[in-house]
């Protein structure tokens, strides 16, 4: 079965830090690169930060620069996303979606990469719920 599987969220305080895997199963993650994405309940999924599929280039939005890091280990068709200095509200369902490495230029830092269609996207996970409270 081709799927993403997004695992590590959590309850945390402010100020904590948590790490989420994105791992890809029946797939060939390095042929893709990969995008986490964060949506509450009844509000607009947001684009958090793009990673391309042999990691070479990243980008992130400004909501998070400085504070998150996105990496992979293809070896391990894993997608790792480490979160510090979380704040409130960072507390959101986070997904990761792949989209095939003809497009990784989306992840490049000069372009706006949560416009790119969601329709482009090949995989989506099923997300994981973080908690940032206090």
């Known amino acids: 079965q081709l799927q993403l599987v997004e695992s590590g969220g959590g309850l945390v305080q402010p100020g904590g830090s948590l790490r989420l895997s994105c791992a890809a199963s029946?797939?060939?993650?390095?042929?893709?690169?990969i995008v986490w994405f964060r949506q509450f309940p009844g509000l607009e999924r947001e684009g958090v930060s793009c990673?391309?599929?042999?990691?070479?280039?990243?980008n992130y939005a400004d909501s998070v620069k400085g504070r998150f890091t996105i990496s992979r280990d293809n070896a391990k068709s894993t997608v790792y996303l480490q979160m510090n200095s979380l704040k409130p509200e960072d507390t959101d369902v986070y997904y990761c979606?792949?989209?095939?490495?003809?497009?990784?230029?989306?992840?490049?830092?000069?372009?706006?990469?949560?416009?790119?269609?969601?329709?482009?996207?090949?995989?989506w996970g099923q997300g994981t719920q973080v908690t940032v409270s206090s």
């Open positions: 990673i391309s599929s042999k990691g070479g280039s990243t």
């Open positions: 979606a792949a989209t095939f490495r003809s497009r990784n230029v989306i992840c490049d830092s000069s372009y706006y990469f949560p416009q790119f269609p969601a329709s482009e996207y090949d995989y």
């Open positions: 029946g797939f060939t993650l390095d042929h893709y690169a």
